[in-house]
């Protein structure tokens, strides 16, 4: 679904040039979900950046379903974006003004969508995650684990193709991060692509397949036959 060839990805220029990414090439398929470990500094968030497609490599090729990302304008850009991917993050990025379910549809506010089939959408997604009864909490008044399912679910309001999670339980305790694993397995085994950054091992056993990175390489894939 998603192939990445020879991707470099260099920040600043002269002496201060840093190269985050040095000729990745990867394979996502459908229906997979991926780790991807590394110390820090490796280039985990530049690569899942230019998966997600908020950030462009300097050099290599990016194929989405097939269709290569060089030829797509900004515009396209930000649309397929939209529509096929997903964003979780460790620090959750909600909006403090806004409601859970508000937070939940705000994607569908670019899309085609009435407003209530928006609000039965968020719902729906809202009692998937558990939070039916959170509704119209805000995010200060929810906690951490409640926050990033807040952001799970909107997450996948667009029906993404692929969701990429960049250290979803770096913020939470354990027992919240293995409440968010099991959300996320339960996603992975209704069909849902994931591609996720984490520093745990024991987070990264929940995935099918594990990509461990170094100086902005890919130095080994491993498949987890225990997931
Ligand atoms: N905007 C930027 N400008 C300059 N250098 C950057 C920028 N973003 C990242 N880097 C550098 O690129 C390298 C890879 O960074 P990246 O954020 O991808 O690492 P990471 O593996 O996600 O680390 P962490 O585990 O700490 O989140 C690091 O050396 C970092 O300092
Ligand atoms: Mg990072």
Known sequence: ???????????GSGDIEVNALVNVSLVIKENEFVAVMGASGSGK???????????????????????????????????IRNEKI??????????????ALQNVTLPLRYCDVTPEESERRGKELLAKVGLSDRAHHKPF????????????????????KVIFADEPTGNLDSTTSYE?????????????TIVMVT??????RYADRTIRMKDGQVVQEKLCLTA
């Open 141 to 160: 008044e929810m906690s951490g684990g409640q926050r990033q399912r807040v952001a799970i679910a909107r997450a996948l309001v667009n029906n993404p």
């Open 45 to 79: 968030s530049t690569l899942m950046n230019i998966l997600g497609c908020l950030d462009t490599p300097t050099s290599g090729e990016y194929y989405l379903s097939d269709l290569s990302v060089k030829d797509i304008d900004d515009v396209s850009l930000s649309k």
């Open 180 to 192: 968010i694993m099991d959300l996320l397995c339960e996603l992975h085994t209704q069909g849902q």
């Open 86 to 99: 997903g964003f979780i993050f460790q620090t959750f990025h909600l909006l403090p003004r806004l409601t």
């Open 199 to 204: 520093h745990e091992e024991d987070i990264a």
């Open 1 to 11: 679904m998603i192939r990445i060839e020879n991707i470099t990805r260099t920040y």
